[in-house]
């Protein structure tokens, strides 16, 4: 009697627990803020682009293209993780970058497996 009892409290803890997981996560990666700024008029060229979502994220499947005011595509590094914190993306610049206007466009995914997508812009005066 009690082995059942156990028994049919343990299913309906996996229940709730697969219903939970079916569920679809309220919040997936936003860019929650980056460095440049979205919008920054920054004095000098930045060394890397660094980009802090509201959730961590998968760098494999996740990247990051910077255009000049050309809409010409600036070569950068690969989006690493930042080490101390898995919600944010750093990219190495390969070399300073002009005075000018700048988009950064972003895409990744989150560790709960959702897709997410953006741009925003800067100018390095
Ligand atoms: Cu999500």
Avoid: C
């Amino acid at each position: 009697m009690q082995k059942r009892t156990i028994f049919s409290g343990a299913a309906v803890l996996l229940s709730a627990s697969l219903w939970l997981m079916s569920q679809p996560a309220l919040a997936h990666a936003h860019l929650k803020s980056s460095q440049p700024a979205e919008n920054a008029e920054v004095d000098a060229s930045p060394q890397t682009l660094s980009l802090s979502f509201t959730e961590e994220v998968e760098p494999a499947f996740s990247g990051v293209t910077l255009l000049d005011s050309q809409q010409q595509k600036v070569a950068i590094g690969k989006a690493q993780l930042d080490a101390g914190q898995h919600s944010r993306l750093i990219l190495p610049l390969n070399a300073p970058l002009a005075a000018g206007d700048y988009q950064v466009n972003w895409h990744v995914l989150s560790v709960d497996g959702h897709k997410t997508q953006g741009s925003y812009r800067f100018r390095v005066k």
